[in-house]
């Protein structure tokens, strides 16, 4: 029986849009700063929890559902001497944006970002807990989850939508995205932070600061972020760890492990497990 203080991980090949994570005990993980690529949403289950999200910091507790948009900055940690439980499930985006465009909920077939952090609902709570449920139960199919999770997403969005305007103010071009794509497109090169800045104009100070100030993690992290993303994709695929490490630039596969678990609350081996398989 896995310990109640490691998390279990729920993936189904039938279903390869969506990835749940459920973690009974909590009260010793710590997650440094990251992101995802899909768009995320949890379940606080049991204690309090402080939740930040780009620049906003939240205080959340039982009964809180908490939302991360792809490739936002967050970290959720306990409050010290909290009991913290929690549900997390990760969806492709661009399933995502398909179901809501096939249901009438969204008139684009394009993925456009949730606009809040947070959401008190105990009927839209209540449903997203059940379906989790649903999903780690092994006597419902492939078929009957996805239905289920379809229903509650449809069910979750109409809400979401309906409380939210969507701003009509373009932002500004901002050049620092030019430099998040490239760390995306070449996070397996170990290009210097100095040549990065200068290829882009900008100072190696200015850059740092600039960077972090506005994806809250410096350069050398987002790289390092957007290498766990990979190596995670490979783990779910069932490559040895070693060997993932090796692919995704850790020589040494301690180091791989530790930045791993900083970012996932999980070791590499947790994660390549699911309660599916």
Known sequence: MT???????????????VELRQVLDGREVSYAPHSHQEWSIGAILEGQSEFRCADR????????????????????????????????MHLDKDWLASLLF???IREAQTWRDTLGDTLLSAQ???AFVEVCECLMAAHFSSIEK??????????LFTELDANNIESSTALPVNNLYQVADYLNQYCLHDTSIDQISAEFGYSTGYLVRAFKRHFNMTPHAYRLNRRIQLGQQALK???????????IGFSDQ????????????????????????
Request: aromatic share 10%.
């Open 3 to 17: 310990p109640s203080t490691h998390p279990v991980f729920w993936r189904d090949p039938a279903l390869p849009y």
């Open 124 to 126: 839209a709570y209540q």
């Open 254 to 277: 301690a180091h791989f492990q530790r930045v791993f678990k900083q970012r996932v609350a999980a070791t590499p081996d947790q994660y390549r497990r699911s309660v599916s398989s």
């Open 237 to 247: 695929q069932g490559q040895a760890i070693v060997d993932v490490a090796q692919t």
């Open 146 to 155: 996805g239905q289920r999770l379809e229903a509650v997403l449809v069910d």
């Open 102 to 104: 096939a249901h009438g």
């Open 57 to 88: 910091l939240h205080c959340v507790e039982r009964g809180a559902l908490v939302m991360m948009n792809p490739d936002v900055v967050h970290a959720c940690n306990p409050r010290q001497d909290s009991p913290w439980a929690y549900y997390m």
